[in-house]
Nanobody, 127 residues
Framework: VQLQAFGGGLVQAGGSLRLSCAAS????????MGWFRQAPGKEREFVAA????????FYADSVKGRFTISGEKAKNTVYLQMNSLKPEDTAVYSC?????????????????????WGQGTLVTVSS
């Protein structure tokens, strides 16, 4: 499964951006999709995820209340609406998907839970 992310750019602090990520094929085997980010010089960190079964959503504490993940299961497309952006949100944002066996909920916030990754899109928040 190939993933393509769109929507990054430059925005001022307090502004909003919407990222999109679509799978290359309409497979029914994807159980969850998520977003991770990596800032320069830092480790990759979890941002948000959605499990299609039950439409469960998961967020990092740092983005809770500001970011919203949503998606269209039939299209294996996921969105990340980012509001009240801060300079510390600056990073390359990558989407990920778990195909095959269902995702392990206890690991949903870890990169290891996903077996498909897309190229990232850069989000820069200026102060």
């Amino acid at each position: 499964v190939q993933l393509q992310a769109f929507g990054g750019g430059l925005v001022q602090a307090g502004g909003s951006l919407r990222l999109s990520c679509a799978a290359s094929e309409r497979t029914t085997s994807i159980s969850a999709m998520g977003w991770f980010r990596q800032a320069p010089g830092k480790e990759r960190e979890f941002v948000a995820a959605i499990r299609w079964s039950g439409r469960n959503t998961f967020y990092a504490d740092s983005v809770k209340g500001r970011f919203t993940i949503s998606g269209e299961k039939a299209k294996n497309t996921v969105y990340l609406q980012m509001n009240s952006l801060k300079p510390e949100d600056t990073a390359v944002y990558s989407c990920a998907a778990k195909s095959g066996k269902g995702i392990i909920l206890s690991a949903v916030r870890t990169p290891m839970a996903y077996n498909n990754w897309g190229q990232g899109t850069l989000v820069t928040v200026s102060s």
